[in-house]
């Protein structure tokens, strides 16, 4: 293409390339000096056309960006989450891995300020003010030191950090609950879309949108049976079934009972009364999701310029592709190959080939098979099931 002055039409936004830019002024400057002027590659005068040809390109791109931040469907970062306010909406912020702990030692030993690890050194904060009663232990809740979907599988939190005179041991016996990253744009973009269906199509997507918008709600789907028998979920007949992470049960139940057909019944686990304006008590039930680890292992070959960077980095990739999955989503086999791909830094010249991607659900047999989550369950990536095979 050619320089062409920037200009919006109804497609949107339209600015030249730097290369345009850059031939432009190159043009424009043989018409001035002369053709016989030098400007090739290794030429000042080139290089100093060059550095203005790059400010203009930028200048026009943060033109583009700028105007792209005027939709949700394009706007990024801040500017997104400027917009979605007007929804009444606000980004979901990073929240932290939480795990109770058994915290043994002397009786009437206190500790103050006390901090574990774990045996990935994570460090987990307890309470200000621990003391140990009769028994010699007591159970608190510690709260993971960073934020985001840091795990710790039962005993894995196991370390003093900061040792006091008393205090003999810690341990978890049940897993960590993970905490969240912050919302990404895709997320937030997804959200903000379902929840422009509060005023709905349908009384099920205003149900869903009025959920999400509970504080602290991370993640969440509503399933419906409109058959006269039990389907293959379980729900019975005419019900509704909400799954939710995250939020206070009270709040979950209300954005239930209030968004819900009248007399349809609410299938789940967890029961909350809620009471109208009349005094009528009526119970709302909803299913607070299982985790499900995947264990995945992929097999590599080494090629020139390969490192351990690559294997960490296929691994991270992984557990945000795990990790970022909805409630009940199939693990696509296709996605995982995808995602140790991603890690590469050029395609055209690759550090290392994938050979193979099996993986399966908690401790079943490795197959390349799609690994299909219950509609009640959400996949959880543990760091220690991916493995990376270096060939």
């Given at each position: 293409m050619s320089y062409f002055q920037p200009y919006i039409d109804s497609t949107g936004i339209h600015v030249p390339t730097y290369q345009d830019i850059l031939d432009q002024l190159v043009s424009q400057a043989k018409s001035i000096f002369g053709n016989d002027i030098y400007l090739e590659n290794d030429s000042q005068d080139y290089q100093w056309i060059s550095i203005n040809a790059k400010a203009i390109s930028d200048s026009f791109n943060a033109a583009v960006?700028?105007?792209?931040?005027?939709?949700?469907?394009?706007?990024?970062?801040?500017?997104?989450?400027?917009?979605?306010?007007?929804?009444?909406?606000?980004?979901?912020?990073?929240?932290?891995?939480?795990?109770?702990?058994?915290?043994?030692?002397t009786f009437g030993t206190t500790i103050n300020n006390g901090i574990v690890q774990d045996i990935t050194a994570n460090q987990w904060y307890l309470p200000a003010l621990v003391t140990i009663p009769a028994l010699g232990y007591v159970y608190v809740t510690a709260i993971c030191a960073v934020?985001?979907?840091?795990?710790?599988?039962?005993?894995?939190?196991?370390?003093?950090?900061?040792?006091?005179?008393?205090?003999?041991?810690?341990t978890n016996e049940?897993?960590?609950?993970?905490?969240?990253?912050?919302?990404?744009?895709?997320?937030?973009?997804?959200?903000?879309?379902?929840?422009t269906s509060l005023p709905s199509r349908t009384i099920l997507e205003g149900t869903l949108g009025a959920i999400l918008e509970v504080d602290e709600v991370t993640r969440a789907r509503v399933y419906e049976n409109d058959t006269n028998a039990t389907d293959s979920n379980g729900l019975p007949a005419h019900s509704i079934s909400a799954v939710v992470e995250g939020g206070l049960s009270t709040d979950i139940a209300n954005a239930i009972f209030y968004k819900k057909n009248p007399g349809v019944y609410t299938y789940g686990t967890t029961t909350v009364s809620v009471t109208d304006s009349y005094g009528t008590v009526t119970d709302i039930r909803y299913i607070i999701p299982?985790?499900?680890?995947?264990?995945?292992t992929v097999t590599i070959k080494m090629l020139t310029g390969y490192s351990s960077a690559y294997k960490d980095a296929i691994k991270a990739n992984l557990l945000a592709y795990l990790n970022g999955l909805n409630i009940g989503e199939t693990v696509f086999n296709s996605s995982l190959w995808q995602a140790s791909l991603s890690a590469a830094d050029s395609l055209n010249n690759p550090t290392f080939s994938v050979l193979g991607v099996v993986a399966a659900e908690g401790a079943a047999a490795q197959t390349t098979a799609n690994v299909v989550v219950a509609f009640n369950k959400v996949s959880s990536g543990q760091l220690v099931y991916m493995v990376v095979v270096e060939t």
């Open positions: 960006i700028e105007y792209n931040q005027r939709s949700p469907r394009s706007a990024i970062g801040a500017g997104l989450s400027g917009l979605v306010r007007v929804n009444g909406m606000t980004r979901n912020p990073a929240t932290y891995s939480t795990c109770p702990l058994k915290v043994s030692g934020t985001g979907p840091i795990t710790a599988l039962i005993g894995e939190i196991n370390a003093i950090v900061t040792p006091t005179l008393g205090w003999s041991a810690v049940v897993a960590a609950v993970p905490g969240s990253a912050q919302e990404t744009d895709a997320a937030l973009r997804a959200r903000q879309k379902v929840s299982t985790y499900v680890d995947v264990r995945v």
